[in-house]
């Protein structure tokens, strides 16, 4: 069980539960726990670092094995780009260790006629941040069913082939 907020209240609650028997020195004792309680209560709870979605992989995969010290000692080229964007932003990746919030990662579509119609394809194969048609078999569809890129250049090289233009998805 994470011991946060919730729980300090809890636990407090259960004392003052538990010691409510009579007299002035146990009156006493439950009213200092219902102070500490109120205090307890007005606790802010830090929050959240917000991280994009590799490294939220990257540390969800090597934290039961790993600590946070040991991480930048991995030579692993599966992770050299969550460890650059750790070694970059070093005090977030630390409180990030002990919880995050994944960033929402922005998408693209490509529309075209004025954005009454969306790309759809049935194939078509992308190499980091070119665009290469092999297989290139398109059509256009509704907003709804509209291929979406994660990375812009790709959404904009795939644009530049059908003479469509980029949009970012909210």
Known sequence: MEKDKQWLVEEITKQINI???????????KKGLEFVLGLAKELEEPEKPI??????????????????????????????????????????????WFGYTVEKEKLYRVKVDQGLNYLYVESL????????????????SVKDKALKFASRNQAKGVAELVGGEVEEIM
Not at 19 to 29: A, D
Not at 65 to 82: G, P, S, Y
């Open 19 to 29: 010691y409510g028997g009579k007299g002035e020195q146990m009156e006493g004792f």
């Open 51 to 96: 991280i994009p979605k590799f490294v939220a992989d990257f540390i969800t995969e090597i934290k039961p094995n790993f600590n946070i010290r040991t991480v930048f000692t991995l030579k692993n080229n599966k992770h050299e780009r969550a460890q650059e964007w750790a070694l970059d932003n070093p005090d977030v990746f630390a409180r990030a």
């Open 125 to 140: 194969h992308l190499y980091k941040d070119v665009v290469e048609p092999l297989d290139f078999n398109y059509k256009f």
